[in-house]
Nanobody, 125 residues
Framework: QVQLVESGGGLVQYGGSLRLSCVAS??????????MGWFRQAPGKEREFVAA???????YYADSVKGRFTISRVNAANTVYLRMSSLKPEDTAVYYC?????????????????WGQGTQVTVSS
């Protein structure tokens, strides 16, 4: 069992920045061994991939956030971050972190096994 807790969401103006955090825990869970991802879901829309980071630190991004968002991880703190800048109203969504325990595309949410409760990000125009 793995628990993921996101934080850092909030209300920000167009062009602003936020940093989301996700802390992972579990009795037998070794954070450094697994890829982590961030997804988001806007009202009335399906959940979509935002970013992922592998155990080796390789990163993947959705085209819509490339150059604006940065995913990183600190294994010693069991934490994955999502730094978001140049935020736009269309970035408004609930943001979720997730852990991929096995294999499969980083871009597909059905390849992730545990999810956090989400944190709301609202970008005002």
């Amino acid at each position: 069992q793995v628990q993921l807790v996101e934080s850092g969401g909030g209300l920000v103006q167009y062009g602003g920045s936020l940093r989301l955090s996700c802390v992972a825990s579990g009795r037998t869970f070794t954070f450094s061994r697994y890829a982590m991802g961030w997804f988001r879901q806007a009202p009335g829309k399906e959940r979509e991939f935002v970013a992922a980071i592998t155990t080796g630190g390789s990163t993947y991004y959705a085209d819509s956030v490339k150059g604006r968002f940065t995913i990183s991880r600190v294994n010693a703190a069991n934490t994955v971050y999502l730094r978001m800048s140049s935020l736009k109203p269309e970035d408004t969504a609930v943001y979720y972190c997730a852990v991929r325990l096995y294999s499969g595309s980083y871009y597909r949410d059905d390849n992730y096994d545990y999810w956090g409760q989400g944190t709301q990000v609202t970008v005002s125009s």
